[in-house]
């Protein structure tokens, strides 16, 4: 595997983990797993474009 699909499936774990249905993240609202949805989309033009 690449660095690429690693740092995707990482971050797709991430943003899983921060939905905030889940108990340890409820009080956290939308923030985390919007902030980490950002962060995947760029990963992942990067991957397509081939910079990573």
């Known amino acids: 595997m690449s ?3 690693i740092l995707v499936i990482i971050l797709i774990l991430l943003l899983i983990g921060a939905l905030p ?7 956290w609202g939308y923030l985390p797993s919007g902030g980490l949805g950002l962060v ?3 990963v992942i033009i ?7």
């Not at 990067?46 to 990573?52: D, S």
């Open 40 to 42: 995947l989309v760029i």
């Open 3 to 5: 660095l690429g699909t």
């Open 21 to 27: 249905s889940w108990g340890h993240s409820r009080s």
């Open 46 to 52: 990067l991957v397509l474009m081939g910079r990573i």
